[in-house]
């Protein structure tokens, strides 16, 4: 789990127990628009959540790509071919 997960975890179930008893105290006009609230500060953290698991998916393709790059330099002689699952194969060429 990355610095900013664990942050977004701790910053909700910090807000989730302050609406929560605050929700239990308040008339029901000012329930509805803490709940509202709620609603947006997980919409916010569930945005900064996602971008930062998307990030993370960017760098292991690019570090993927490199690594098939590096693999198929170190064999010139042979014609590289990638299965669907990204495995290499490498076949002499004739």
Not at 22 to 30: D, F, T
Not at 54 to 64: D, H, T
Not at 71 to 88: C, E, M, Q, T
Request: charged share 20%; net charge positive.
């Amino acid at each position: 789990m990355t610095v900013e997960g664990a942050l977004s975890l701790w910053l909700l179930g910090v807000l989730l127990v302050a609406v929560v008893s605050n929700v239990c105290r308040a008339p029901r006009g000012e329930a509805a628009s803490m709940l509202l609230g709620l609603g947006g500060a997980v919409v916010v953290l569930g945005v900064v959540y996602l971008r930062t698991v998307f990030n993370q998916v960017r760098k292991l393709q690019r570090a993927n790509e490199a690594l098939k790059r590096r693999i198929a330099a170190d064999h010139p002689n042979d014609d590289v071919s990638v299965a669907d699952d990204g495995s290499l194969t490498f076949k002499p060429r004739r």
